[in-house]
């Protein structure tokens, strides 16, 4: 039996469209810790993983740990029927073949609800290693989604090039190349739009454009992203919410293609 | 400087990097070994070659010549093909080498090119050898000229002139050669053709028996029973059959998998047998995958983030998006591996695909093939794509799995082991000849395979016979060149002389639940394109017939003059939703054999009783219905005016039959001897006509300026999956024609020559087409070129046959490309043709008086 209230709706359809691109079926992992998300796309070239914490419903019930197979993008459907305003709930039965939203509005005392059909999704839970990285960016989720539109319009991969000045973004294609570079700064007025660079080492890696512009859509939920990178490990995008997370994975683009 | 995408890895860092490092390694270490490989094959060859002359030698002291030579003979063509097989390894070496150079521009490069020299210098060494061959031939054959015991002898002279053959093929016949031993030798070569195939499969029982009653089985299967079978383990048949090109070597192959499949995981048999002969269904069904390159390709780059660009680049370059597929792929290292693909998946997944229709099918299908791509394992990308493309090119033939099938089933039996080795070869002959004439009777795998499983090969023959509502293939009839040559071949047999008439092939099939079916030659379900017949067909039937096969002709017909009217009538009508309100082209039915009435299967009666039947059960109806008209007498004068009066009626000529005995029973899918067909226009040039496949064009100059002047043809290598140039064609179109022709095939143009298209130096026409349109041809007789390649390899080792004098006559739509005549056929008519010739320069028969 889970229930799980949600106070602001508007959450959980950002979560939706941040990850609905990459995803067409997923496993929502109901736990007493929260609902969690983990899944590969289709060319298991990036990962995704989610975590909604307990504290962030209020009430939060999860007797037995449930796994839901939802389409997400009937999900997202369904979600589009509430209202920005609304508040969320999120009921499933311990069989778990359907999951009820109910979307309730204070204001104007409207309650509708949905019964979404479930699926059974075979997936496997992949343990992703805790990783020391060489170098973590964090940086305004705004510049990092502007960054990564403009160069995509030169080329299908970028660059990152991580140093102690600076972190830079350079793409090259047919039409030419470009490159953004944002500086190491300090600048505690606008703590928002810092670029803050842990570094252990000098790193430069590239990444297809395609899958960063897709973690992108993840912009809403948080005005801070980090960038955790290694050389030849997969590069970790995070948004962190209040009571979560959204996690992206991307494998980087290796070797030469003649 | 482009990137390639990697997958997803959460690994050491350290072992990203030295998988990668691996990787490379062993593909370089790979080409280096098989160039290793083909090095010592050749010595091995060359070793052996010597010690057969050695042997050969010896033998030549014994008293016994005639013995001695018999096996003088055999020896050489041992050591013959041996040599073949080393060129043709060297051969591939090379190119592979070529290729690894072109791709690989590292430090290994020099390497291979000495590699290369040196294989090239074994094979001058081994050509070298193989003058002396020819040489020694030749004084054998001096010997074996002289008299001998006569049925002996003529065993050696046949064996000897293919050999004999051989060495002129390999461009050495100055010495003059006995023509009349040559043509005696080319006369039994379409014989040999025939029990080869019986022969080889002998062998492979033989050998099979062998192992089973000497040795313990050894299980090579890499699977748990009752577990799906891994698609990787049929991959890797494939594998070992594609690195092959012999029939014995391919059965085995797939014998020893089925075998493994039969005794672990026998729910699987069907779909492996249908992955095997990259089908989904039995054909009338007509479910097809409907996938092109382009989708292919667009699955290819968004699974493995290359670019569009360069897969279309490689794909230019190397022609086969199974390569590319595996390339793209193969350095990729990869943690959080997908679960291993099983053929039940597989084979599901391309059901689907094929099922899937309508608004953004196009979308889902590229996601599932990417899905199943992403799961793919070393080798098996490569056999995906070509499933997915409907081509696996291999060398795989249907019969071959229809032989292995019947033999694994026997030899998986619990108790076979305690088989004499002779009971074994003939239950494994049986097995596979009731499997065959089983499937040509019912060809249908849905109910064959789970026959086999349950009942073993009796249990299939009581369980699987000529059903109404299942297409067989019809049989085919020989073509001749003059009438003398059916009294030559029906000597002493009862035969008759039907109406050929020109239209299309129709098998209407009645089930006993009354439903009504009509099947075209190709067994594609033809019951929307003729409801005006389906609802008349009543009226041809007596009360009694409940239930039957006819097979018949379907011509088109005008009522007012009550005449034929030609195929190209016909082929006006509509082919699909056909409304009868709407139906201006009328067809007119003629029935010429009855394969089922009633509940029995007639297929092994002769045709005397067929046709009675027929005759008695079935009532003629004016201008609807008749039965081909026929004619018994056997004198030639009749079966000229016959001849003559089927012309005057608008046929193409005639059908000429065996009437009696066991030679008259009907033979389904077979281009029997027994079915001769005679048409007016054979009697002078080459007999038939040919059905080729466009697969090029000329830009037309002056007159035909704007559209097309003249197009490249090509045969089809059904064995080796490939089209075969055979001749530039540019008479016989009438000005509409070429317009015609001009719109429909600039719609198939596509960038470069396919792959699987086998072109001299000199054939590049200005455009290339896919392989659609089937044209028939006549021509004034076929010829060797070094320039065409169609049955390249038959009549001569590197050069193919041509047409000469080639006009076109008109489209066949009703025949696929597949369909088109095939290399084999080729050969045969060019043999045919020098045979004729050699007779008549010899005034040996052949009378020329109806030179039309």
């Known amino acids: 039996m889970l229930e799980a209230r949600l106070q602001t709706g508007a959450l959980l359809k950002k979560v939706l469209e941040a990850i609905k691109e990459l995803i067409s079926d997923a496993n929502f992992d109901c736990s007493d810790n929260g609902i969690a998300l983990q899944a590969m796309d289709n060319s298991h070239v990036a990962l995704v993983a989610l975590l909604l914490r307990h504290d962030g419903f209020e009430p939060y019930r999860c007797d037995r740990s449930l796994a839901l197979g939802v389409n997400l993008t009937s999900l997202s459907k369904v979600l589009r029927c509430a209202g920005n305003e609304d508040i969320i709930t999120l009921k499933a039965d311990d069989t778990a073949d359907v999951l009820s939203l109910t979307f309730e509005n204070t204001d104007n005392d409207r309650i509708s609800e949905y019964e979404l059909k479930l699926m059974d999704i075979d997936s496997e839970h992949l343990g992703i290693p805790d990783t020391s990285y060489d170098a973590v960016v964090q940086m305004s989720s705004a510049e990092f989604l502007r960054i990564c539109r403009d160069l995509q319009v030169l080329s299908d991969s970028v660059q990152i090039d991580v140093t102690k000045e600076g972190v830079k973004f350079a793409a090259k294609g047919e039409l030419g190349s470009g490159a953004v570079t944002l500086k190491q700064s300090g600048n505690v007025d606008k703590e928002e739009e810092a670029t803050l660079i842990e570094l252990q080492q000098n790193v430069s890696l590239n990444f297809s454009l395609k899958y960063l512009v897709n973690f992108t859509k993840a912009t809403p939920l948080s005005s801070r992203v980090s960038l955790s990178m290694s050389s030849e490990v997969p590069l970790l995008v995070e948004y962190k919410m209040e009571a979560g997370y959204i996690r992206y994975y991307l494998a980087p683009k290796i070797g030469e293609d003649n | ?852």
């Open chain 2, 1 to 852: 400087m482009s990137l390639r995408q990697s997958r997803l890895t959460f690994g050491p860092k350290s072992a990203l990097v030295a998988s990668n490092v691996k990787s490379d390694k062993g593909t370089a270490g790979n080409t280096k070994d098989s160039d290793e490989q083909a090095t010592s094959s050749n010595s091995t060859a060359e070793a052996t070659i010597e010690t057969k002359i050695e042997n050969v030698k010896d033998v030549a002291m014994d008293e016994d010549v005639d013995r001695a030579l018999k096996r003088q003979v055999k020896v050489y063509m041992l050591t013959y093909s041996a040599f073949q097989r080393t060129v043709t390894e060297n051969f591939k070496t090379k190119k592979r080498s070529r290729r690894v150079i072109a791709s690989d521009d590292e430090e290994d490069t020099e390497e291979m090119t000495v590699e290369v020299v040196k294989v090239k210098e074994q094979s001058s060494t081994l050509e070298h050898k193989a003058e002396d061959l020819t040489a020694t031939t030749k004084r054998l054959k001096l010997d074996a000229a002289s008299p001998k015991k006569p049925s002996a002898q003529s065993i050696v002279v046949k064996e000897l002139m293919i050999v004999a053959k051989e060495a002129e093929l390999e461009g050495d016949t100055k010495e003059s050669t006995d023509e009349v031993a040559i043509a005696e030798a080319e006369d039994r070569a379409e014989e040999i053709e025939q029990e080869k195939e019986a022969v080889e499969i002998k062998q492979v029982a033989a050998k099979w028996a062998d192992m089973f009653s000497k040795s313990s089985n050894e299980e090579i299967a890499s699977w748990k029973k009752g577990e799906p079978v891994p698609y990787a383990a049929l991959c890797q048949t494939f594998e070992q059959i594609e690195d092959t090109t012999k029939r014995l070597q391919i059965l085995d192959f797939l014998v020893k998998f089925l075998i493994s499949v039969i005794k672990l995981s026998p729910e699987s048999l069907l779909t492996v047998i249908y992955l095997s002969i990259n089908k989904l269904c039995p054909e009338y069904e007509g479910l097809e995958l409907g996938i092109g390159e382009s989708l292919l390709m667009k699955a290819i780059a968004e699974s493995t983030g290359r670019e569009m660009k360069k897969i279309k680049a490689d794909y230019a370059e190397i022609g086969d998006l199974g390569m590319i597929a595996m390339n793209s792929r193969s350095n990729q290292p990869t943690m959080f591996k997908p679960k291993a693909l099983t053929i039940p998946h597989v084979f599901k997944t391309l059901k689907d695909i094929a099922a899937l229709s309508g608004n953004s099918s196009q979308k889902q299908k590229v996601d599932k093939i990417k899905l199943l791509l992403v799961s793919c394992r070393n080798k098996e990308a490569k056999y995906l794509m070509r499933s997915l493309e409907g081509k696996l090119r291999i060398g795989l033939a249907e019969r071959t799995v229809v032989v292995a099938l019947a033999q694994a089933i026997v030899l998986s039996r619990p108790n076979i082991k305690k088989l004499s080795k002779e009971k074994l070869v003939a239950e494994l002959e049986e097995a596979a000849s009731v499997v065959k004439s089983v499937y040509s009777e019912l060809p249908c795998y849905d109910l064959i395979v789970p026959a086999l499983l349950e009942g073993d090969i009796e249990g299939l023959k009581k369980a699987c016979k000529l059903t109404p509502g299942i297409p067989l293939k019809p049989m085919l009839a020989h073509p001749t060149k003059a009438l003398t040559d059916i009294l030559d071949r029906f000597e002493n047999v009862a035969f008759t002389c039907e109406y050929k008439y020109d239209g299309e092939r129709a098998q209407i099939h009645k089930m006993a639940d009354g439903s009504m079916k009509i099947y075209s030659r190709n067994s594609e379900d033809m019951s929307n394109k003729y409801p005006d017949v389906m609802d008349r067909l009543d009226k041809f039937t007596k009360t009694e017939t409940k239930s039957f096969v006819l097979d018949c002709e379907a011509v088109a017909w005008d009522r007012e003059q009550k005449c034929i009217l030609p195929f190209q009538v016909l082929s006006t009508r509509k082919r699909k939703d056909v409304k009868e309100e709407d139906i201006k082209v009328q067809v007119f039915i003629f029935a010429f054999d009855l394969l089922y009435f009633n509940g029995e299967s007639l297929l092994r009666e002769p045709l005397s009783r067929r046709r009675e039947l027929l005759f008695s059960h079935f009532n003629e109806v004016e201008g609807e219905f008749a039965f081909a008209k026929n004619m018994n007498s056997t004198q030639i004068e009749d079966i000229q005016t016959f001849l003559d009066q089927s012309v005057a009626d608008n046929c193409e000529g005639l059908m000429v039959k065996t009437l009696d005995g066991n030679e008259a029973t009907y033979e389904p899918s077979k281009r029997s001897r027994n079915w001769l067909k005679v048409k007016k226009d054979y009697l002078s040039g080459v007999g038939d006509s040919i059905d080729l496949v466009v697969i090029g064009a000329y830009a037309g100059r002056g007159k035909r300026t704007g559209v097309y002047g003249g197009y490249l043809l090509a045969c089809y290598d059904p064995e080796r999956e490939e089209y075969q140039s055979i001749c530039k064609i540019g008479t016989g179109f009438s000005e509409q024609n070429l317009e015609d022709h001009y719109k429909e095939l600039k719609e198939h143009v596509v960038p470069e020559p396919k792959s699987y298209y086998i072109l001299g130096e000199g054939n590049k026409p200005d455009v290339w087409f896919a392989p659609v349109k089937v044209w028939e041809i006549k021509c004034a007789d076929l010829s060797v070129s070094p320039v065409y390649k169609a049955a390249v390899g038959i009549v001569d080792s590197t050069k193919g046959i041509s047409l000469r004098f080639p006009r076109f006559i008109r489209i066949r739509d009703d025949k696929a490309p597949e369909n088109a005549t095939s290399s084999e056929q080729i050969a045969e008519m060019y043999s045919d043709q020098k045979l004729n010739t050699v007779k008549n320069d010899a005034g040996l028969g052949v009378d020329m008086d109806f030179d039309y």
